[in-house]
């Protein structure tokens, strides 16, 4: 049996500059991973080298500059293909972000696709970025959407799923995990339920690829969306991964430069992908930034991350619930989450308990999370959302707990 | 147990808010919400020869906005539409005592935005790009 590698939290923390700073003269605690991750040296290092040593437009230039930033933009494709297991590297596109990535998809297979009277199923606990481009799509073609809604654990109504799929259904769009509830959402299953009915099955991986290992051909997904950002990488570069067979049917989203084969005034052929989808100059500093990324996640083992996460989440659950009026949103099994825990604190408004854990240098997200629909169905205005990374500890917990303790008793008085 | 910006008289405010409720004879209505944060404030005003004879506000959201809303339905009961346009940000800061910073700022602020937009549509001028922007 192999060993299991567990993290070694300090020396982890080495590699974040940015985690040694005070705020409010407390150490900074920084559990707003799931809006944003911190950056370890090596993508910072990254992303300054390309600009000191190699900075150079790609795939046109001839002269030694141009070669090496486009080795290095494609090494990032090669290793962000790996990462997710897909099965070629033109089947990874670069996107500024997951809502670019997911508007890619609603725009060019969605229009092409979706017709009058279709049915466009997604789960109630989506992001806004994976809703309002249905939406759209939706109200653009006469289409309806429909919701999974959830249970009272925060978990998906599977009988639903299968009641709501059906012939008419041309595409499922689901959270792999939910940005508020933590919910880890068995995508495999679903992913076979759309299928049967003949639709395609879409994952929103924002939350999953960051924190779990994720493989896009065990998943069968058809698409997948995730963004640079939230897993150690900069900010600017996200990713669409589709399956070869689709992407090469779609048409091209944005279009202009860099996405071209010929370009003549009575027509124009495309590339091949995954370039027919990467209009203009891309980000190539950021791409370089999250090859590093995903270098640098790859070097912990995704296992590893999730672990360490889960174990962060069971001691944070079982010292929130002890606090007199807080309720925690979601599931209480650490198996079934990431570490996102969203919560509400007796009748504090979430911005007030943001502000009172600022004091104590704690940053937490509050407000609707970009989950509007969830919270209607959760019947609450807003939540406080904390989330783990591999950097956070269970001291931070607790200062968290303290912090938490204090801001009840302001508000009692 | 300190808090800077949860001083005492914002929480008392917050818990038993003055001129909360519906004005049934009120003779102007405005209502508006910071969409970042999903705070919302309504106030009912009776304006009678150029005065406010009497205020009420409703609203949701955190303990600053609720706060300076009703704080300033208080301050603005006996004024002038005239001095209700020219209250500005700072007139808050001194009803709060206290700078909330840039991020809650606006929490502090939607209270006067909706106050002054009942006063611009009571007199049915446009309202101020300085207004909009408040929140």
Known sequence: MVEKLTINAARIREDFPILKQQVNDKPLIYFDNAATSQKPNNVIDAISNYYRHYNANIHRGIHKLAEEATVAHEEAREKVAKFINAKQTGEIIFTRNATEALNLVARSWGRANVGKGDKIVLTIMEHHSNLVPWQLIAKEKGATVEYVEIDENGELRLDEVHELIDDSTKIVCVAHASNVLGTINPVKDIGRAAHRAGALFLVDAAQSVPHMPVNVRDIDCDFAAFSGHKMMGPTGIGVLYGKAELLEGMPPFLSGGEMIKEVHTTGTTWKDLPYKFEAGTPNIAGAIGLGAAVDYLQGIGMETVLDHEKEISRYALGRMKEIEGLVIYGPMDVDHRVGVISFNLGDIHAHDLASILDEDGIAIRSGHQCAQPLMEFLRIPATSRASFYIYNTKQEVDVLVEALEKARKIFAR | ?135
């Not at chain 2, 600053?64 to 004024?79: F, N, P, V, W």
């Open chain 2, 1 to 135: 147990m300190s808090s800077d910006i949860y001083k005492d008289i914002i929480l008392d405010y917050y818990r038993h808010p003055r001129n909360n409720g519906d004005l049934p004879d009120a003779n102007v209505r405005a209502k508006d919400s910071n969409p970042l944060c999903g705070d919302i404030i309504e106030m009912q005003l009776k304006i009678g020869d150029g005065k406010i004879s009497d205020i009420r506000f409703k609203g949701k959201g955190c303990a600053i906005s609720q706060a300076s809303a009703s704080m300033l339905t208080e301050a603005a009961k006996g004024k002038t539409v005239e001095e209700v346009k020219a209250m500005e940000k700072a007139d808050v800061l001194d009803l709060l005592g206290i700078d909330p910073g840039p991020t809650r700022i606006k929490c502090a602020l939607l209270g006067l935005k909706v106050l002054k937009l009942a006063v611009y549509l009571h007199l049915g001028q446009t309202v101020t790009e300085e207004v909009k922007r408040l929140v």
